[in-house]
Structures are given as C-alpha cells and as structure tokens.
C-alpha cells in the first residue's frame, strides 16, 4: 500500500521507488476489476527539464475548460484556446487539476444515485434526477459534464443489473443559472455498440405530444432543456412512446 502522503501529492514528489512501480501496481489491479486498456501509447508533449503531458493531459485540460461551470461559453471557449497555447503550462496544469476535481465529483454523484436508489427503471428506459438544490448541480450544469455522467451511471448500475444494459438512461438536472429550465441528456443501451441514438427524436415527439417547451440548441441530438413545469408530463409521455 501506499502511504497517503504519497498517493496524494504530486508524481514528481513521490519517492522514486514507488514512482518505478507505481504503473505495474495500477495494471495488476485494474486486471482484477475488468479494467481493459487502462495503459495505452500517446504522444508525449516536453520542454527541456520541464513537466511532461500526454495527449491525454491536454485532452482532459481543454475540455475542463471548455465545460468549465463558472464561465460563459465565450470565456470557456477562449480560455480553452489558450490552454492550447504552448507558452501556457500553468493553464493545463489549472486544467488537470480541474478535471481531476470533475472525476472525483462524477464518482460521488454515480455513487449516490445507486446508494440512494435513485436510479428509476421505468420499462422502456433507466433514469435518474439531480433534484433541485443539490450541491452538485452546477458541476453538472454543462451539458457535456451530464452526459458523461450519464454514460459512467449506466456503466456502474449495468454492472450490478444486468437487464439494464438492453435500456437507454436518462438523467435530468435543473440548470443553476436558469431555474425555470432543466436540461434532459440520453444514451444509448451499454449493449449497444454505438454512440448513435433515437432518443432525440424521441425527446421531440414526446414533448411536441404534451406541448412541452423545450429547446435543443446542441450538437448533440439527445441533449434537450425544457421547462421544469414541464418536466414530470415529459417523462409520462416518454414512457407510453418507448413503450409502444
């Protein structure tokens, strides 16, 4: 085991023992949970002595800032350009260290929805909702961030539920800047192979047949805001559509 000081500080402080078995130590493990492809070749990114980043790194740093929940798109969209910029290494270490916080806040939420039973099979579909007033809502406020969260909620609870895996998930969240409106994301069955998916269409017919005011202004077709009012018939209406 390693010591907390250890695990918990910085790589390049760690002692040099531990550094030179660190990786054999996280693949062991992760063959013991299932976990494929854990280690995997990137390209690397140095200057001199400085610090190294993958790709993976930058990946993480760029979308943390472009989701980032306390700018607006135009910020976001520039402070993501400029982490790209080579000369601003503190920006992708801000980066890292953001979506290291934003991994450790998705854990907690997917553990809370099974912990809590919130996750809801309704027949044709699992969903869950981040009820109003949580602490957590404006982590999740960006649409990207929900649909992630979606995508490891339907990993965690398929692995103790079989029969999920054949159905979509669903999650809701009201949005924190704008409390008349919740935002409603979907993805596939685990068992299914691909990103593709109807629920978007779904989500429009649903709400063109209870007269919802929703709005899909996404690049991703399953992404949708509605009114909160509108939220509970919306459902209803999407259960007796996937049902038939």
Known sequence: AVVSTQST???????????????????????RYGLDDIS?????????????FCAADVLHAVSAALT???????????????????????LIHAGIEQSKAFCSSLLNQVQAFIDMKQV????PFVYALIQ??????????????????????CEAYCATTRKAATLPFIIAAAQPLDPDYSCVVGV?????????SYLGRAFQQAADRV??????D????????????????????LTALLVT
């Open 132 to 153: 109003d007033g949580s602490t957590e809502l404006e982590t999740f406020a960006h649409p990207a961030r929900l649909i992630q969260l979606c995508r490891y909620l």
């Open 211 to 216: 007269e919802a005011v929703v709005e899909f």
């Open 68 to 90: 980032s929940p306390t700018l607006d798109t135009e910020a976001a969209f520039l402070r993501a350009q400029d982490t790209l910029n080579r000369n601003n290494e503190q």
């Open 188 to 196: 596939p069955p685990l068992s299914v192979d691909s990103n593709k």
């Open 40 to 52: 995997y070749s990137s390209f690397e990114l140095q200057y001199g002595f400085k610090n190294k």
């Open 120 to 123: 809801v099979c309704t027949g």
């Open 9 to 31: 500080g910085n790589y390049a402080s760690m002692d040099m023992e531990i550094r030179r078995e660190v990786r054999n130590w996280i693949e062991v493990t992760a063959q």
């Open 218 to 237: 996404d690049f991703e077709p399953s992404v949708m805001r509605i009114r909160s009012e509108d939220k509970a018939k919306f459902f209803d209406a």
